[in-house]
């Protein structure tokens, strides 16, 4: 078995590598990349996990047309959804340590929900 997961898709990548090391998770867009420690990794899939939950369960509060943003925010990370329930961007920020931001738009975000649910590293 490889030490390493890497998945990517069109405008998105996600790695984990299964070695003791600092920073063994990878979140990345188009052409940007950070590298998350362990906990970090696992706050931000229970946050998007969290915050893709509430998107679909918005779907039957608003009207076609409407837009909402949402956050869910731990002491090692913040991040934001905006746009439709079936739709919609994604934002992270680091808040601590190294103060690193990245972003995906909504076109890419339902593949790369999909993506970290199959991730079993943990």
Partial sequence: ??????????GWRLGWKNEK?????????EDWAIELTE???TEFCRLF???ATTMTAMKE????EE????EAESD?????VEGFPHAYSLRVILNQGRRCEGNWPA?????LYQAIQKLNIF
Avoid: H, N
């Fill in 1 to 10: 078995m490889s030490d390493r997961i890497i998945k990517k898709g069109q």
């Fill in 21 to 29: 090391t600092d920073y063994p998770g990878l979140i990345g867009g």
């Fill in 39 to 41: 906990t970090e990794f």
């Fill in 49 to 51: 996990e969290q915050l």
């Fill in 61 to 64: 509060e608003l009207m076609e």
């Fill in 67 to 70: 837009r909402i943003a949402c």
């Fill in 76 to 80: 090692l990370l913040w991040l934001e």
């Fill in 107 to 111: 076109e890419v975000v339902r593949e």
